[in-house]
Nanobody, 122 residues
Framework: QVQLVESGGGLVQAGGSLRLSCAASGSRFIIVSMGWYRQTPGKERDVVASITSRGTTNYATSVKGRFTVSRDNAKNTVHLQMNSLTPEDTAVYYC????????????????WGQGTQVTVSS
């Protein structure tokens, strides 16, 4: 029901910035929240930042003060502005959407983007 397309990853030097974007498309769903996760080889996928349709945000402790998540509800798009990047931020970043189906069950499901590589060099 929901397709996600990510963009904005790349290679930057420590102290630099990147902005990730994720656009959701589909039909018969209502977005509950959108967010970003990241994963490195051999480790679990961890939440970086999230935002609800009302604008409530949540950040991982390691990125507070450096990353900002925002949303354009009209375009069903979420952004992640990443500043003061460090090599520890290197990972594959995945967009996540939690959406409610428009049927009699009204179940909520998680949808994932394809992932975008962020590499920070020292």
């Amino acid at each position: 029901q929901v397709q996600l397309v990510e963009s904005g990853g790349g290679l930057v030097q420590a102290g630099g910035s990147l902005r990730l974007s994720c656009a959701a498309s589909g039909s018969r769903f209502i977005i509950v929240s959108m967010g970003w996760y990241r994963q490195t080889p051999g480790k679990e996928r961890d939440v970086v930042a999230s935002i609800t349709s009302r604008g409530t945000t949540n950040y991982a402790t390691s990125v507070k003060g450096r990353f900002t998540v925002s949303r354009d509800n009209a375009k069903n798009t979420v952004h992640l502005q990443m500043n003061s990047l460090t090599p520890e931020d290197t990972a594959v970043y995945y967009c996540n959407v939690r959406a409610k189906t428009l049927d009699w069950l009204g179940n909520e499901y998680d949808y994932w983007g394809q992932g975008t590589q962020v590499t920070v060099s020292s």
